[in-house]
């Protein structure tokens, strides 16, 4: 940054200044380190006060007044140090440095000064709109957060309820498992008669005759199945798992009732599963055959 001379001056000025008034004002006070303090405090209130001024902070009348009050100040301690010394010269040429450098800083001040720089107005026009939307980002961010808040508590509460259905789903899904176990075991436990169940159906096998052959047969009695030859006789597998035939039990049961109606509910008795109009029929064929054989003897 290209600087002009005058700052050059205004800062040669600048640094007699604070030679001259720190010593003047530490001589003045008399108090060794404490007078060298003020000194000081007002050099360095002198500097901020110009760096305040050119960078244009607070209202535009403060920064000078400030500063010519400072200035002014200091130029009333060098006075009574020349007056304490009895030299008018230094009652004079103490001030003179001191004014004359705040002048010279005033010209440096504006040399130093972009002439394209915005205005104090301007800047705070700018500063106006930045703050605005620096309030508008951060409330926007603010009413997200709360937003996005507000969604997590609503997320967690439907995975709380979600937990609890699964839960529940759970408990029911054991409980009808373990009713199905139960169910088994009563099951298995249970007396073997309640397991049989109804024992297969034997098919019944068809000896009925037809009735031209039953009316040629010669009207003998069956013959016992003691009786037949050895070759003839059955085996002993048949003789467990044959039953007797609707035809036998019909002659059997015809011979020891009188009405066919109480034959029929006999064998129906016996064999449940056979079909009654077989029956009916096989009895109706018996009891003729049976009345063919009392005439045939008689």
């Known amino acids: 940054m290209n600087r002009p001379r005058v700052f050059y001056g205004a800062a040669l000025l600048a640094g007699l200044s604070l030679v001259w008034s720190g010593y003047a004002i530490t001589d003045l006070m008399e108090s060794g ?3 060298l303090s003020v000194a000081v405090a007002g050099d360095i209130g002198w500097l901020t006060v110009l760096w ?9 009348w403060a920064a000078p007044i400030a500063g010519w009050a400072i200035a002014l100040g200091v130029a009333v ?3 009574l140090h ?6 008018a010269a230094q009652a004079i040429a103490g001030p003179f440095v001191v004014l004359v450098g705040k002048i010279v800083w005033s010209f440096a001040l504006a040399a ?3 002439p394209a720089a915005l205005t104090p107005e301007q800047e705070a026009e700018i500063n106006s709109v930045i703050r605005d939307s620096e309030h508008a980002a951060r409330l926007h961010a603010a009413r997200r957060d709360g937003e996005q808040r507000r969604a997590d508590a609503t997320i967690e509460r439907i995975q709380q309820q979600a ?3 699964l839960a529940r789903d759970r408990a029911d899904f054991e409980i009808t498992l373990e009713r199905l176990e139960m169910r088994a075991e009563i099951e298995r436990q249970s007396p073997f008669a309640l397991t049989m169940g109804e024992q297969p159906n034997t098919p019944i096998a068809n000896t009925e005759q ?3 052959q039953i009316a040629n047969t010669p009207s003998t009695p069956p013959i016992a199945p003691s009786s037949l030859p050895a070759e003839h006789a059955p085996t002993s597998a048949n003789t467990i798992i044959e039953q ?3 035809a036998d039990l019909a002659r059997e049961h015809v011979a020891i009732t009188t009405t066919n109606s109480a034959a029929v509910q006999a064998i129906l008795a016996a064999r449940p599963n056979a079909d009654r109009e077989s029956v009916a029929a096989a009895v109706r064929r018996a009891r003729r055959n049976a009345d063919g054989m009392k005439g045939g003897y008689g």
């Not at 020349?82 to 030299?87: I, T, Y």
Request: charged share 25%.
């Open 52 to 60: 305040a001024e050119y960078k244009r902070i607070g209202p535009r």
């Open 77 to 79: 301690l060098l006075v």
């Open 112 to 114: 130093l000064r972009n």
């Open 244 to 246: 007797p035939s609707i």
């Open 33 to 35: 380190a404490f007078g």
């Open 163 to 165: 937990r609890i259905t």
């Open 210 to 212: 037809p009735r031209e």
């Open 82 to 87: 020349g007056a304490s010394e009895g030299s």
